[in-house]
């Protein structure tokens, strides 16, 4: 922390005003910034210098007399409805052509797809690799095919200086080139409700082998059913809402110490007891709303899995849950 | 001090027999039921204050949150909550009926020299949709849980829990609250205006509450009917909007929006009518360029409903027509500019006096300067691809709304508060007051700025450790200006006790609002009074007895109906 | 407009005097500037009307250019000889309400409450219809998105009278039994006035199921095939009415030839998201249109109370006037909703 002064904010990456120029669109958004910056500085100075100096000179004195009928002058007022419509049109047509830039993306580019939920990003790769955190090489044109499974996202990296929507029931794009490498911030920028402020995510600029390496690595998921069901926790989602510590509650119910146990839940607005058995758990994750633990309704918007996990992954997740019964961290994974 | 409260209070008395407005009738039920348009605009102005206070408190426990980047006192859950009603309360019960239906429905029939405005009756109907609507707020308050953001965005608005029927029933209401009272001042300028008002001789402040007019007629139907499908989407899931059945969640964007944009403008314009009469009275010169701030004023209306898609440039519409609506959202740049500059124009070789009102008038114009001007980043596209959805967007709105529409507004209610009670004020504190509002606002949103460019996303409850210095600044700022706002309201309620009788005519205005008694009588005018220039000082003269303006040769004023003030001598 | 505005201002008397009529507000200078305001002010009113209903033509719009298949698979569904009835009721009271404006403007009170009745009546037949069409609808699932029934797997067959046509009836049965209860009343006490009112009232309610069963033996038309010159004519003219394609449920399965070809297309259209959206934009746009016809209902009441009581005449007829065009506009608007939703082929 820095006394608070935003003067010191500015660290050897970032300028006062922005995060580090890695991709493409961020020198043109930048100088363009600067350039508009700059003419609205002018306009403000005349503006209120005028004001000042009208304010001081003209105030009401004794022993001075101003005059109450307005000189009607076509000149100045052509003049300055002229001027401002010229620079308008500049800054219309910079921007428009920098727009078009930003939304066509070149020929040869790396698809990514991009699944937003509330609250959580999974990315996945041609290779099939899956991870939370987006991660791309250096000096290659990335397209990213979002789509969303509930309410509206929006994925945006600023210091990629881009960002585009999420929208259910489409598939939008967004694509850059990075040219720096290092890890950046991903935010959500489309509110999305309880935890909006924390869909944040990293995406990951590496060179082009340490790339490669990262995605072979990734591609492979354990095969071990606790590992794997910990794997899947952590890239379809589950992890946004569920937390692996005792009684820690982030949306829905804890995962640990959870198996075995008895709860209540309403079925439809029937309450009973249940054993958070497999059959249970598996019935959870396909049909949330089914069967609902009572103090957790209001929770309840998780969305079906209902062909999105098959009977082995469900199976990895549950071996999953089974493994944080007694509420310590599952030995063997990481 | 004290001799002059008892002079008041004396005149006052006075004063009570011969029945001005607030004194014509009494008791609960002449206000309640009254079809008086003076006492139904005071009435809404104590209704949009309330409004106001309860949406700045909801702001600054926004701001007191984000003092720290984790938790201080609200969850997220509650600091969801607290930002939509907010939103929602400072828009629609407050902005948009905050100038057109308080102080509008003062002034209009006032200033049109005419009796009341054309239909009454319609008038208190439409404060009274206007109470409905507030309860149906309260209720939101009440129930809590309302998390949508006040722009009711689909799907996350059909499957949230909370009240959210409630606060579109609401608004719809409100919406046809504000269609009344626009519906009302066409009427009522179109066919009400004295012998001699032409279309050109009117004031400027009635132009731009007659393009507001225009607005909120046109406009406002859309927002209803949106409302609409966005209650029956909660109670029977009709799947407009639901992408589940294949509706479009940006459909209801590009609906939302057709009104909202244009709703800017109803907030934004009547605001610059005060503006333009709050210079020229206080500059005591004749406007510059009458004509081009009136074409302007109907240029915003009309571009007004041309822009809304510079709401969704990340939406996902086709390239085409983003462009498009980046183009003419540059258009209407221009008339704003041309009425900024008129203005500096009017002050030019006048005699400028610093009054309480004339300081909010250049507060205004600081403020309104900067919010128009960052207005330029976000209408240009790859710009606005970096700041859309950031601290840079809420900065720049409240640079407009706040910085322009709500400081004109308490700029307009100190310029006509005299002839609302019939008190002075002190004008040091008013002063003062001002000075902190320009302190504390600069000071809270001007950081917001560098928040959004460096990616801070807006509607964050929790925030990056980076971000904090520049929250505590703005929460900083947040706190003076609620203390400088405070302070307004001391002011006036001081003035309410102890005021000093005001004159007929304490500024020096030349339209015919001062040409009545303060507070004006039950019935305004007698007989339509004889209709001068709005902007013409000449025959004016200040008279130091009575700290009032008077027309040189008695006759060129209209007599009014009832009786003359009653001097009062302090 | 109110003769208590007048009476709040006694020391306004300079302003009473020189009023020929009692209706005119102390704040408009004469007649004529009050007619003005009020006839501005109403086609401001209309104009906002329209924008309401635009907001749906739009949704309605991009959907059916989204989507035309199901657009023409939903409108199958609806009977257009019950559209095209209900087009002629409302033209109908178009005509009566014009002239009923003339009547106010040549003093004729009787012909005005005579206009007004009938102007009301017709209103009462058009929602008779309409409560048909919709409980017809609602009983075989023809629901907005969510609620929306898939036609092709209805196996059920509706006989007898709906459930929602009773649920629709219970009002206008009140009204009437109300209505006639208070007629008969007034009539024995010999209080004319007030038999003026309820008399019309009565009828107003009375046309409703009058409007109901037209509608029954127009929609009973398709049902009964072809008994009667009257049921085979609506049957020939309603090639693809509803019931081929619902109440024999094997339509879907191919029984007419017409419909083999569309095999593909309607199974594709016939769910929540695909048909149930049309019948989301039908309920709103006819739902929306009917509260339409209800509010205009209680105006022309009120118009009809002061015509008894003889408040118009050549020089105060403003009310009459503002309310005809409402009820035009109205009448428009349907007009631009039957083609729409009916007629597409």
């Known amino acids: 922390m820095n006394l608070g002064f935003p003067f010191l904010l500015a660290d050897k990456n970032e300028t006062f005003w922005f995060p580090a120029q890695a991709s493409t669109f961020a020198k043109e958004v930048d100088f363009f910034y600067w350039a508009v910056l700059w003419i609205c500085i002018f306009f403000f100075v005349l503006v209120v210098g005028l004001m000042i100096t009208f304010v001081v000179k003209y105030r009401r004195r004794p022993g001075y007399q101003g005059s109450s009928l307005a000189e009607h002058n076509n000149f100045v007022e052509i003049l300055w409805t002229v001027i401002p419509t010229i620079i308008a049109i500049w800054i219309f047509a910079r921007g428009a052509s920098g727009y078009l830039d930003m939304v066509t993306p070149p020929a040869e580019t790396l698809d990514i797809n991009v699944t937003a939920r509330k609250w959580s990003w999974t990315f996945q790769y041609p290779n099939g690799a899956i991870s939370t955190q987006l991660h791309v090489p250096n000096n290659k044109a990335i397209k990213l095919n979002m789509r969303s499974e509930d309410v509206l996202h929006c994925l945006f990296v600023p210091a990629f200086r881009c960002k585009n929507d999420v929208v259910p029931g489409r598939v939008h794009y967004l694509w850059f080139q990075p040219i720096k490498e290092g890890v950046f911030d991903i935010f959500c920028a489309e509110y999305c409700g309880e935890r909006h402020s924390e869909m944040l995510s990293k995406v990951t600029v590496h060179d082009v082998a340490g790339y490669e390496a990262w995605v072979a690595d990734a591609a492979k998921p354990p095969t071990e059913p606790v590992a794997w069901g910990r794997w899947l926790y952590e890239r379809q989602g589950c992890m946004g809402c569920h937390s692996t510590e005792p009684d820690k509650r982030i949306v829905g119910p804890s995962f640990a110490k959870s198996f075995g146990t008895t709860q209540k839940v309403l079925t439809g607005n029937q309450a009973g007891d249940e054993v958070i058995n497999e059959a249970y758990i598996r019935e959870s994750i396909l049909n949330p709303s089914a069967k609902k633990r009572v103090g957790f309704e209001s929770a309840s918007q998780m969305q079906s899995f209902q062909g999105k996990l098959d009977e082995k992954q469900l199976n990895a997740i549950v071996e999953f849950i089974k493994s944080l019964r007694d509420g310590a961290p599952p030995a063997g994974t990481q | ?570 | 407009m109110s003769a208590t505005e007048v009476l709040d201002a006694p020391h306004h008397a300079e302003h009473g005097e020189h009023h020929h009529n009692p209706f005119q507000a102390h704040h408009f200078d004469d007649p004529e500037q009050q007619y003005d305001a009020g006839k501005l002010g109403i086609w401001l009113f209309l104009v906002t009307e329209v924008l309401f209903f635009s907001g749906m033509f739009c949704a309605y719009a991009m959907y059916r250019s989204l989507h035309p298949e199901v657009w023409e698979f939903s409108s199958r569904f609806l009977n257009p000889t019950l559209g095209a009835f209900n087009t002629g009721v409302l033209l109908f009271s178009s005509l009566t309400m014009a002239w009923g404006v003339r009547c106010a403007q040549l003093r004729q009170a009787k012909g005005l409450a005579i206009c007004l009745t009938l102007t009301l009546g017709c209103a009462s037949i058009f929602l008779g219809v309409k409560a048909i069409e919709y409980s017809h609808k609602w009983d075989l699932g023809l629901l907005p998105a969510s609620m929306y029934t898939i036609q092709s797997t209805v196996t059920e067959h509706h006989e007898g009278i709906s459930k929602w046509l009773v649920i629709f009836s219970i009002i206008p049965a009140l009204c009437l039994a109300g209505f006639v209860g208070w007629w008969v009343w007034a009539w024995s006490n010999n209080k004319k006035a007030i038999a003026d009112i309820a008399g019309p009232f009565a009828i107003t309610a009375a046309c409703y199921f009058l409007g109901v069963l037209f509608g029954m033996f127009f929609e009973s038309g398709g049902d009964k095939e072809a008994h009667g010159p009257m049921a085979a004519v609506a049957h020939a003219t309603v090639a693809h009415d509803s019931h081929e394609a619902h109440d024999e449920h094997a339509t879907v399965g191919g029984s007419a030839g017409g419909h083999g070809t569309a095999n593909a297309a309607d199974a594709s259209v016939d769910k929540p998201g695909g048909a149930g959206l049309f019948f989301s934009i039908y309920y709103c746009m006819t739902g929306v249109h009917a509260l339409h016809i209800i509010g205009g209902m209680v105006v022309l009441a009120w118009l009809l109370v002061r015509a008894t009581k003889n408040h118009f005449n050549e020089e105060y007829f403003g009310p009459v006037d503002y309310v005809g065009l409402y009820w035009h506009l109205v009448d428009l608007i349907w007009i631009y909703l039957f083609p729409l939703l009916y007629l597409i082929t």
């Open chain 2, 1 to 570: 001090m004290s001799v002059v409260a008892k002079n008041a209070e004396a005149s006052h008395a006075a004063d009570a027999h011969e029945g001005d407005y607030l004194t014509h009738s009494r008791g609960f039920l002449s206000w309640a039921l009254t079809l008086d348009h003076k006492r139904i605009g005071i009435m809404y102005l104590i209704g949009v204050m309330t409004s106001f206070l309860v949406g700045g408190i909801l702001a600054l426990m926004i701001r007191a949150e984000l003092l720290t980047p984790t938790q201080l006192f609200l969850t997220n859950k509650q600091f969801n909550q607290v930002f939509t009603l907010h939103g929602a309360i400072m828009v629609f019960l407050f902005i948009i009926p905050s100038v057109p239906a308080a102080l509008g429905n003062f002034l209009v029939p006032l200033m049109l020299g005419a009796k009341d405005v054309a239909f009454p009756r319609l008038n208190l109907c439409s404060f009274y949709l206007w109470v409905v609507g507030l309860i149906f707020f309260i209720a939101c308050l009440l129930i809590t849980g309302l998390d949508t953001g006040w722009t009711f965005y689909t799907p996350y608005s059909t499957t949230t829990e909370g009240p959210v029927a409630w606060a579109t029933m609401g608004a719809f209401i409100l919406g046809f609250s504000s269609i009344f009272t626009g519906l009302n001042f066409i009427v009522t300028i179109n066919t009400m205006r004295p012998p001699g008002m032409t279309w050109f001789k009117m004031p400027l402040f009635l132009w731009a509450t007659y393009s507001t007019a225009i607005i909120q007629v046109l406009a406002t139907p859309v927002l209803g009917i949106t409302l609409l499908l966005l209650t029956a989407e909660r109670l029977f899931q009709i799947g407009i909007f639901d992408p589940r059945w294949n509706g479009d969640p940006v459909a209801f964007q590009h609906f939302f929006w057709f009104y909202s944009h244009p709703a800017v403008y109803i907030m934004i314009l009547p605001a610059m009518g005060i503006i333009s009469e709050l210079m020229s009275v206080h500059s005591h010169k004749t406007i510059f360029g009458y004509t081009l701030i009136a074409y302007s004023s109907v240029a915003i209306a009309l571009f007004g409903f041309l822009v809304w898609g510079h709401h969704m440039f990340t939406s996902g519409m086709a390239d085409v027509t983003t462009i498009v609506f980046s183009a003419l959202t540059f258009s209407v740049s221009i008339p704003s500019a041309i009425k900024v500059f008129n203005w500096l124009a009017t002050m030019y070789k006048g005699t400028v006096q610093l009054t309480t009102p004339m300081c909010y008038a250049l507060n205004f114009l600081f403020l309104f300067t900067i919010g128009g001007l960052t207005g330029l980043f976000l209408g240009a596209l790859s710009a606005d691809r970096h700041l859309h959805d950031t601290y840079f967007v809420v900065a720049h709105f409240h640079y407009v709304m706040m910085g322009g529409t709500l400081v004109a507004f308490v700029g307009g209610i100190f310029h006509w508060w005299p002839k609302m009670v019939g008190k002075m004020y002190n004008e040091l504190w008013g002063q003062i007051s001002c000075l902190f509002v320009f302190i504390g606002f600069n000071l809270t949103f001007l950081p917001q700025f560098v928040m959004g460019t460096r990616g801070m996303p807006r509607r964050y409850a929790r925030y990056l450790p980076e971000f904090q210095d520049l929250h505590i600044m703005s929460s900083t700022g947040a706190f003076i200006l609620g203390f400088g706002l405070f302070i307004a309201l001391g002011v006036l309620i001081h003035s309410l006790m102890r005021g000093r009788k005001a004159p007929r005519n304490p500024w020096g205005g030349a339209t015919l609002e001062w040409h009545c008694s303060s507070p004006p009588p039950h019935y305004n005018f007698a007989s339509a009074p004889t209709v001068n220039e709005p902007y013409d000082y000449t025959p004016l003269a200040y008279h130091d007895e009575e700290h009032g303006w008077e027309y040189h040769q008695p006759n060129v004023r209209p007599t009014p109906s009832q009786s003359h003030p009653v001097i009062a001598k302090s």
